[in-house]
């Protein structure tokens, strides 16, 4: 019974991966999509994020290896001009990026750690950028502000959507604890700058 459950939700997360990968769905969204897919009913048990991590890094590795590197670079390369320019607020990047899973397809997603929730909002209005204004659910599960900034990238040619989550200064010791694969969950522009260095090398 185990087995049948461990191959189905591989196979869901096959199918997810995929979604992911080539359409820049989220994981919970392509996961329930992937069910929906598949034809199973809907209280059918979803697989992990990790496991669905590791299937997308295969969808990669299968289909996209010869096109995915440079996205993620033109992707690092564009979070890292936003960081330098929202400094104060010490900005950490997150999500596919990060992590190196993401390709043309992926949003950005950078957690803002401000004194002031309110103050990265009035950056942007100081400095004419359009935005939208939203919220999100944070790591602990709370609604957290989010606001979205549609982004030019040169080197894709295309437009990207970078989504900037405001949190109170305090949160920023939590947001740097290990992941479940003992990986740091977010990193800063510093951190970012040596992920594009040990790619360049």
């Given at each position: 019974m185990?087995?049948?459950?461990?191959?189905?939700?591989a196979?869901?997360a096959?199918?997810?991966?995929?979604?992911v990968?080539?359409e820049?769905?989220?994981?919970?969204a392509?996961?329930?999509?992937?069910?929906k897919q598949?034809?199973?009913?809907?209280?059918?048990?979803?697989?992990d994020?990790?496991?669905l991590?590791?299937?997308v890094?295969?969808?990669?590795?299968?289909?996209?290896?010869?096109t995915?590197?440079?996205?993620?670079r033109a992707?690092?390369e564009?979070?890292?001009?936003?960081?330098?320019?929202?400094?104060?607020f010490?900005p950490?990047?997150?999500?596919?990026?990060w992590?190196?899973t993401?390709?043309?397809?992926?949003?950005?997603y950078m957690?803002?750690?401000?004194?002031d929730p309110k103050s990265?909002?009035?950056?942007l209005?100081?400095?004419r950028v359009?935005y939208h204004?939203?919220?999100?659910?944070?790591?602990?599960?709370?609604?957290?502000?989010?606001?979205?900034v549609?982004?030019?990238s040169?080197a894709?040619?295309?437009?990207?959507l970078?989504h900037?989550m405001v949190?109170?200064?305090?949160?920023?010791?939590g947001?740097?604890k290990?992941?479940s694969?003992g990986?740091?969950?977010?990193?800063d522009?510093?951190?970012?700058r040596?992920?594009?260095a040990?790619?360049?090398?």
């Amino acid at each position: 019974m185990n087995a049948n459950r461990d191959d189905l939700s591989a196979e869901i997360a096959a199918v997810a991966a995929r979604l992911v990968v080539e359409e820049g769905q989220e994981y919970a969204a392509a996961k329930r999509h992937a069910v929906k897919q598949m034809g199973l009913p809907t209280r059918t048990a979803l697989p992990d994020n990790d496991l669905l991590e590791a299937a997308v890094r295969e969808h990669i590795a299968v289909f996209c290896a010869d096109t995915q590197p440079a996205e993620l670079r033109a992707l690092r390369e564009l979070a890292l001009v936003w960081m330098d320019r929202l400094r104060g607020f010490r900005p950490h990047l997150g999500g596919a990026v990060w992590h190196g899973t993401a390709t043309r397809h992926s949003d950005i997603y950078m957690q803002l750690f401000c004194d002031d929730p309110k103050s990265a909002e009035w950056a942007l209005l100081d400095h004419r950028v359009e935005y939208h204004p939203g919220s999100v659910n944070g790591w602990r599960g709370e609604t957290v502000d989010a606001l979205t900034v549609r982004l030019r990238s040169q080197a894709l040619g295309q437009w990207v959507l970078l989504h900037l989550m405001v949190h109170d200064l305090d949160d920023l010791r939590g947001a740097l604890k290990p992941d479940s694969q003992g990986r740091k969950p977010r990193g800063d522009a510093e951190a970012v700058r040596a992920l594009l260095a040990e790619e360049a090398a």
